[in-house]
């Protein structure tokens, strides 16, 4: 479905770029304005709005006043609801206050997303609102990205029926030439006496906008095209048909409850005067639960699933990251909640309806997604929709495009201190899939150089990692081989494409096997790993269609299949290794010799990119030195090679030995 031409089909009201003479410029009032951004700021990141009063003449409109949305509000990210009632109250209140009375001349809300063009709700309001006033209605989008920004439009509903953009201008100096922002004297006020009281007694709507109407007709939460997805779920863990049984029958005696948006709001803000007095005097804050939740997840196809995520109770806040297909480690999910159909929303929705093992549950009514804490009191929890990969690495840009890197594959032989730094740099960079070859175990001796620590001692380094990188990116693909390279499974790199393997083991056979493969299956190879004590190191790259010789052809008289007795890595020996696990710095000095390596990995994994700039590639040769100290008190002789500290070669060559 072409989304654009749906949104323009659901337009009721055009876009101008013509001047209404209706309406040709706006001035706001310092107060006004400062209302608006100070209300906008409160609720961060919640949708809210108000109203705006004030006077328009010769097609100059004047905002003097603009008020919050009300004390019983609902507020979302993507929607909110004004309290009529409390409207009703601060017009007249507002508007006797001004030798000039105020009159409505329209509303303000913030928009979701940054969004500069009106929802379908949106028009309703403004609908609404045009027929009220009986001279159209200025209408208000605030957003913050992250300035505020102002975008005013003014619906001329009885004339073009369009929306036109006025010039807006904002200080009270703009109201020099109109008594607009003159303050009532009492004087004035006690010639109103008789009219006030009137007005209190006869205190109507502002507005003849029909509560129930508008209620029925703004939806919990506003349907938002750019969060539509038309994907099919499926290859869920427990299977729709099987959940959806398993409700029925669990949910079978239990009474619906009646959903409707005033039901909702009754619910959550009813309080009885008291109650509201002793939480003011308490300083008891009532629980506003918030849940992040990634678009690419939910489905509003009727579906009903397993989700998993983070809560976090200190901030009352939910993360939801998993579904029952994405799931990276059910058992690691500090909450577990669950989609479910509207009529099983309804059931739940009933305090005495029971669910053991989920925190929430979740459904998509009314054009928009509502979830509900699974406690006693049936707590609402406002949603704010992310594209997990876009946020996660929205700073990318620019850098490694993330919908690029995320079909990249890296294959990385040894996750030990190079190779688990390795792992984790790429996960930050967007890399989406993932092939770690390890049979090691995590051991008190590596933890001072290596990316993981003590909670995961004794675990294999490949499961530990693979969680490290869910934490990092939760949708990563990710398989694990506990063993050697030369023993994995070749269904292990079945279909590999757009990849590279890293070879960090702790012996050169590996390497070179591991060049061997990506030689077989035209993909680039990186080999990268530090010398004794990581007073220096090395970085060795290969890829295909160049005259480059593999690992094995230039390393061929110092392969040896024997790993070190030490089990620390080829560049170490039992007499160092007291030194080695006790030197100073260890870990940073392999981290320098390790991110030279990382730039050359990101540099072959785009080298066919268009849009990606080389970092190093065109300047490192394929056997660059990395040198962290030239002292032979750590390196020995060999570390006098180096003409100084930090230094990395760029004129050395790996060729053929012959």
């Known amino acids: 479905m072409d989304l654009f031409k749906l949104r323009k089909k659901r337009e009721k009201f055009s876009y101008s770029e013509k001047e209404s003479e209706k309406c040709k410029k706006v001035v706001i009032s310092s107060r006004a304005y400062a209302s608006i951004i100070s209300e906008a700021l409160s609720r961060n990141p919640l949708e809210t709005g108000g109203i705006l009063l004030g006077n328009y003449n010769n097609g100059i409109w004047y905002i003097v006043e603009a008020t919050d949305p009300g004390m019983t509000t609902y507020h979302s990210v993507v929607h909110h609801e ?97 008594n607009y922002l003159d303050i009532v004297t009492e004087k ?50 427990m299977m729709n048909e099987q959940l959806s049984n398993f409700l029925d029958k669990k949910l079978k005696d239990v009474e619906e409850m009646d959903y409707s948006t005033k039901n909702i709001l009754d619910k959550v803000y009813a309080a009885s005067e008291g109650e509201l007095l002793e939480g003011f005097l308490g300083r008891n804050k009532k629980r506003k639960f918030q849940m992040v939740a990634s678009n690419e997840l939910l489905c509003n196809d009727g579906s009903e699933y397993e989700v998993g995520g983070i809560f976090r109770e200190e901030t009352e806040k939910y993360y939801l990251i998993s579904d029952s297909e994405h799931l990276c480690n059910k058992d690691k999910c500090s909450s577990k909640g ?70 990249k594959t890296a294959l990385i032989i040894g996750c030990g201190s190079v190779g688990s730094l390795i792992a984790l740099e790429l996960a930050r960079a967007g890399v989406g899939k993932f092939i770690l070859v390890d049979g090691d175990t995590l051991e008190i001796h590596n933890i001072c150089r290596h990316q993981l620590g003590f909670k995961d001692l004794g675990r294999y380094k490949v499961d530990a990692m693979l969680d490290a990188i869910h934490n990092i990116n939760p949708l990563a693909e990710v398989k694990t081989y506990r063993g050697n390279i030369q023993e994995m499974p070749m269904e292990y790199i079945e279909k590999l494409s757009q990849a590279i393997i890293v070879g960090t083991g702790d012996n050169r056979e590996s390497s070179a096997y591991g060049n061997d493969l990506a030689k077989s299956i035209g993909i680039p190879f ?18 295909p269609d160049v005259d480059l010789p593999t690992y094995r052809e230039a390393h061929s008289g110092m392969l040896s299949g024997n790993r070190p007795v030490s089990h620390q890595n080829y560049f170490a020996d039992d007499a160092d ?14 981290s320098f010799v390790t991110l030279v390596a990382v730039k050359v990995i990101y540099d072959l994994l785009n080298k066919d990119s268009k849009d990606y700039t080389k970092r190093v590639i065109n300047y490192l040769t394929n056997n660059t030195f990395i040198c962290n100290t030239n002292d032979p008190k750590i390196g020995g002789e060999m570390a006098e090679m180096f003409p100084n500290p930090l230094f990395i070669s760029n004129n050395v060559y790996a060729r053929k030995a012959r």
Request: charged share 30%; glycine share 6%; aromatic share 14%.
């Open 82 to 178: 004004m309290d009529n009632k409390y409207h009703n109250h601060i017009y007249p209140v507002l508007s006797r206050l001004y030798k000039n009375e105020l009159t409505l001349i329209g509303f303000w809300h913030r928009h979701p997303g940054s969004l500069d063009r009106f929802s379908t709700d949106d028009n309703k309001s403004n609908e609404r609102y045009a027929k009220i006033i009986e001279n159209g209605t200025l209408s208000f989008l605030l957003n913050f990205d992250p300035k505020a920004r102002l975008t005013c439009y003014y619906l001329d509903y009885e004339g073009t029926g369009m929306y036109h953009r006025p010039k807006v201008e904002i200080g009270d100096m703009y109201f020099k030439d109109t």
């Open 577 to 590: 290794e007291r030194a080695l696990n006790f030197e100073p710095g260890i870990s940073t000095d392999i």
């Open 188 to 237: 004035d006020l006690l010639k109103r006496e008789n009219y006030m009281y009137e007005e209190k007694e006869n205190e109507e709507c502002f507005a003849t906008i029909n509560e129930e109407e508008a209620l029925q007709n703004e939806p919990m939460n506003e349907k938002r095209d750019i969060y539509k997805i038309e994907e099919t779920c499926s290859n869920r863990i």
């Open 526 to 543: 990186v080999s990268t790993g530090c010398w004794t004590r990581a007073y220096a190191g090395e970085c060795f790259y290969w890829y």
């Open 338 to 407: 669950i989609i479910v159909n509207n009529e099983h929303y309804l059931k739940l929705l009933n305090p005495k309806a029971k669910l053991e093992g989920y925190d929430y549950f979740g459904t998509f009514i009314n054009d928009g997604w509502v979830f509900t804490r699974l406690d006693d009191d049936r707590s609402n929890i406002t949603v704010n929709f992310i594209d997990v990969v876009t946020r996660l690495f929205s700073r990318n840009t620019g850098l490694l495009e993330s919908d690029i890197m995320s079909q």
